[in-house]
């Protein structure tokens, strides 16, 4: 993968993460207390969209943006650290929202996107193999 396509997936894949730990249901409220503290009381009545549609995109995106960034490095549990998140999150919303523990598990997967976002962060991945050496 090149250069210029590989720092691209990176940085999508680090504001995706950021998207969906904004959206989250915790974060909305803080967020929204101090949103109304400064006057922006009335984005009250989008927490439906940001929660029904937004916080799925974003965590779509942060599984595509981690399959393009494995493609460049190779590292089977960055992979694995990065599509179990937004997994959790999508199987929350969708398949277990009236189980009494999907609610731990959104959270866990939101808390798990923070660490995975600060780990890519502290400790960048670096490719493993080179691409042109594994065609051969």
Request: aromatic residues 12%.
């Given at each position: 993968?090149?250069?210029?396509?590989?720092?691209?997936?990176?940085?999508?894949?680090?504001?995706?993460y950021l998207g969906a730990i904004v959206g989250c249901a915790s974060c909305f409220l803080l967020l929204?207390?101090?949103?109304?503290?400064?006057?922006?009381g009335f984005l009250g009545q989008f927490e439906g969209i940001l929660i029904n549609k937004l916080l799925p995109a974003f965590a779509?995106?942060?599984?595509?943006s981690t399959i393009a960034a494995w493609l460049s490095h190779r590292k089977n549990f960055r992979l694995?650290?990065?599509?179990?998140?937004?997994?959790?999150?999508?199987?929350t919303l969708?398949?277990?929202?009236?189980?009494?523990?999907?609610?731990?598990?959104?959270?866990?997967?939101?808390?798990?996107?923070?660490?995975?976002?600060?780990?890519?962060?502290?400790?960048?991945a670096s490719r493993q193999c080179n691409v042109s050496q594994v065609i051969k």
């Amino acid at each position: 993968m090149s250069k210029t396509l590989q720092q691209p997936a990176g940085a999508v894949q680090k504001v995706s993460y950021l998207g969906a730990i904004v959206g989250c249901a915790s974060c909305f409220l803080l967020l929204g207390t101090m949103g109304a503290a400064i006057g922006l009381g009335f984005l009250g009545q989008f927490e439906g969209i940001l929660i029904n549609k937004l916080l799925p995109a974003f965590a779509g995106i942060a599984m595509l943006s981690t399959i393009a960034a494995w493609l460049s490095h190779r590292k089977n549990f960055r992979l694995l650290a990065g599509l179990a998140e937004p997994s959790m999150i999508l199987a929350t919303l969708y398949l277990f929202w009236t189980d009494n523990w999907s609610t731990y598990m959104f959270y866990l997967g939101l808390i798990l996107m923070l660490v995975v976002a600060l780990w890519d962060i502290v400790f960048p991945a670096s490719r493993q193999c080179n691409v042109s050496q594994v065609i051969k």
